[in-house]
C-alpha cells in the first residue's frame, strides 16, 4: 500500500505539473483528491491492513494528499501568474509610438487684440461696461454733444430701424450709459463692442467693426494722462511703432485727438493709419450726465480692433478678418 502511495504521489505531481491550464488543474484535483479519487480508492483498503500498519500508512497517506494539495495550489498561482503577465504583455502602451494629432482651435485674432487690450486696462483699474447695438438717437448722438441736424452726424452714415432706433456707430454711447449711472470717479473699458456704420467694404473699412471704448473720468485728469496711456497701451499691444498724434475734433471730446500708426504692408508703399480717436470729455457731457465739469475732467477714446489687429499680424485687408478661412485664421 505504501508502494501504490508513492506511486500515487509521483503520478499526481508529474500530472500536475504538466498541466497548463486552471480547468485541468481542477480536473486533477478530483481525479486525486475528490471523494471517489485515487487517493480515496487506496485509502479504502485500509480497512485489510494490520493494526499495527494503518497510523503509519495513515500519516503517509496525509503527507501525500499535503503534497498534491501543494502541489495543485502551486501550479495554479503559477499559471494564474502566467495569466496575468500574459495580459500586461497584451496591453501594454508603446509610448514611442507616434500620437494621434489632434487640431486645437485657437482665438481669433481680433479676440486675442480684445482680450491683450482689456487686460491691460483692467490691470490699470478699469472696469469692463457693455451696451446694447440698438441705441437711441439720444445715447449715440445727442448726449454726446451731437447737435440736432449738425453735420458731425453725417460722419456716421448711420443705419436706421422702422422705429427710428438705429445700430449704434460707436461704443461711445456705452459712455453715457455707464455715466449715468454711476457717480465718478469713472475707469471703464467697453472690449471689442460690435459697431455699424453704411461704410462700402474696402481693403481698410467695413460696414461692420469693433471698437474697444476707453473711459476714465476724476477729479484731476489731463490730456498727459490720456497721451500717456495711449502711448503704453500701444507700445503693449504692437510694441514701439512711429505714432503720431493729431488734432481732431469730435463733438464729444475737447480738445479732441486721432492717433495714427505707420503702416506698411508687404509691397506698398508705407502710409499712416488711424487705430483711434479720442480726447478730454466735453463738458457738456458731462452736464448730460448730471456731473459737474467743474469739479470732474475726463479723457476717452474709442480704439479700432480691426486697424490694430492688422497692424498687430500685418494683415493687408480688412476683408481677411471677416472670412472663417482655417487656413488663414491659423497663421495667428
Ligand atoms: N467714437 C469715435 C468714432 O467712432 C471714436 C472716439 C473718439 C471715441 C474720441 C472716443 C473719443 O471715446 O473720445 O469715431
Redesign the pocket.
Known amino acids: 500500500m505504501q508502494a501504490q502511495l508513492t506511486h500515487l504521489q509521483t503520478q499526481a505531481l508529474t500530472a500536475i505539473n504538466a498541466s497548463d491550464s486552471l480547468e485541468q488543474i481542477e480536473q486533477l484535483r478530483v481525479r486525486y483528491l475528490g471523494k471517489k479519487g485515487e487517493l480515496s480508492a487506496v485509502l479504502g483498503g485500509m480497512g485489510k491492513l494490520a493494526a499495527a500498519e494503518r497510523p503509519l500508512v495513515g500519516a503517509m497517506a496525509n503527507t501525500v494528499k499535503e503534497q498534491i494539495e501543494s502541489a495543485l495550489q502551486q501550479q495554479r498561482t503559477h499559471l494564474e501568474t502566467q495569466a496575468i503577465q500574459a495580459q500586461l504583455a497584451r496591453e501594454a502602451v508603446d509610448v514611442t509610438m507616434p500620437g494621434r494629432f489632434v487640431p486645437q482651435g485657437h482665438r481669433h485674432p481680433m479676440q486675442q487684440t480684445i482680450d491683450r487690450v482689456t487686460d491691460f486696462f483692467i490691470g490699470l483699474g478699469f472696469s469692463q461696461a457693455d451696451g446694447p447695438h440698438v441705441e437711441t438717437d439720444y445715447y449715440n448722438f445727442e448726449a454726446l454733444n451731437f447737435p440736432p441736424d449738425h453735420p458731425a452726424q453725417d460722419m456716421h452714415d448711420t443705419l436706421y430701424l422702422a422705429d427710428k432706433r438705429l445700430l449704434r456707430?460707436?461704443?461711445?454711447s456705452v459712455?453715457i450709459r455707464y455715466m449715468e449711472t454711476h457717480d465718478p470717479p469713472v475707469r471703464i473699458v467697453v472690449p471689442g463692442g460690435r459697431?455699424y456704420r453704411k461704410d462700402a467694404l474696402d481693403a481698410t473699412h467695413s460696414p461692420n467693426f469693433h471698437?474697444i471704448?476707453?473711459?476714465a473720468v476724476d477729479d484731476r485728469i489731463t490730456l498727459a494722462d490720456l497721451k500717456g496711456i495711449l502711448v503704453l497701451t500701444i507700445e503693449e499691444l504692437l510694441g514701439k511703432r512711429p505714432m503720431r498724434f493729431r488734432p481732431s475734433y469730435?463733438p464729444?471730446?475737447e480738445p479732441?485727438v486721432e492717433v495714427d500708426i505707420w503702416w506698411e504692408a508687404p509691397g506698398k508703399p508705407g502710409r499712416w493709419m488711424e487705430v483711434?480717436?479720442?480726447?478730454m470729455?466735453h463738458p457738456n457731457v458731462l452736464k448730460h450726465v448730471g456731473y459737474d465739469p467743474e469739479q470732474v475732467q475726463g479723457f476717452?477714446?474709442?480704439l479700432g480692433v480691426e486697424r490694430l489687429t492688422m497692424l498687430l499680424y500685418g494683415i493687408d485687408d480688412i476683408r481677411l478678418l471677416y472670412t472663417s478661412e482655417k487656413r488663414f485664421l491659423a497663421q495667428f
Open positions: 456707430t460707436h461704443t461711445s459712455q459697431v471698437q471704448e476707453i473711459l469730435f464729444f471730446t479732441s483711434l480717436g479720442a480726447g470729455v476717452a477714446a474709442g
